[in-house]
């Protein structure tokens, strides 16, 4: 079993950035990979970043949307991952979503966690 817990969502203007954070503990040492997805109002969830936490290089993906304004990276000894998010839009607004997996298909998740609310407006 793994536990993933959130932090750093909340309401910003539009232009500015937050730093989303999740921190793993448990079974830790079996997790392939690491994200984020979101899900906005009215919407299906869809995946927003993830990295392959056991390589060295750290192999990442994004969703097109997020290209050049998040970033994504993780710190092995301390189980976290973290996803900066500049130049955010009112189209970022969503709960995100932390997630873990023992595998390294993006469109499968093993573990939530229980979400943070990220809120875009001016």
């Known amino acids: 079993q793994v536990q993933l817990v959130e932090s750093g969502g909340g309401l910003v203007q539009p232009g500015g950035s937050l730093r989303l954070s999740c921190a793993a503990s448990?079974?830790?040492?079996?997790?392939?990979?690491m994200g984020w997805y979101r899900q906005a109002p009215g919407r299906q969830r869809e995946l927003v970043a993830g990295?392959?936490?056991?390589?060295?290089?750290?192999?990442?993906n994004y969703a097109d949307s997020v290209k050049g304004r998040f970033t994504i990276s993780r710190d092995n000894a301390k189980n976290t991952v973290y996803l900066q998010m500049n130049s955010l839009k009112p189209e970022d607004t969503a709960v995100y979503y932390c997630?873990?997996?023992?595998?390294?298909?993006?469109?499968?998740?093993?573990?939530w966690g229980q979400g943070t609310q990220v809120s875009v407006s001016s």
């Open positions: 997630f873990a997996n023992y595998h390294t298909d993006w469109r499968r998740v093993d573990y």
């Open positions: 448990g079974s830790v040492r079996s997790i392939n990979a």
């Open positions: 990295i392959i936490s056991r390589i060295s290089r750290g192999i990442t």
